[in-house]
């Protein structure tokens, strides 16, 4: 074999394992750690808001207005809630309320009087389905 070579071969083995040897001391390893960033799965609770801000940028599907569907539900549900109360106030002695059928919408209602107390049979023509509740006198 030639010198030169030879030596041109040696170097070349030293200093890649000069290299070798400096690169393994300097690289040092650590512990992966995964933090969820979604407050749902046990992320910070800072990051709610960000998040659906996010989500609100993004969508694009915007629900159109319906005031008169809005003001049905709303007379619906007034309706409704008075008639509980009125309902309520006859089994507490506080108020009498008249027997009989009530029509609202795709909903009525049967009020009746007995002994017990107050019945309510409740139909839903839109689901078919029949609800009855007895309020006993207090």
Known sequence: MNTPNLLRTAGVFLLTAFLLFQTSTVVTASELTYQPI???FGGSSLNGSVLLNQANAQNTFKEEED????????LTRRILSS????ITDSAFGEE??????????NIDIEVT???DGVGVNITDYSTGGTTTITIPYY
């Open 67 to 74: 005031l008169l569907a809005d003001f049905e539900d709303q």
């Open 96 to 105: 009498d309320i008249s027997s009989g059928t009530y029509s609202i919408g």
């Open 38 to 40: 979604n407050p749902s």
């Open 113 to 115: 009087e007995d002994a």
């Open 83 to 86: 008639l509980a109360w009125k």
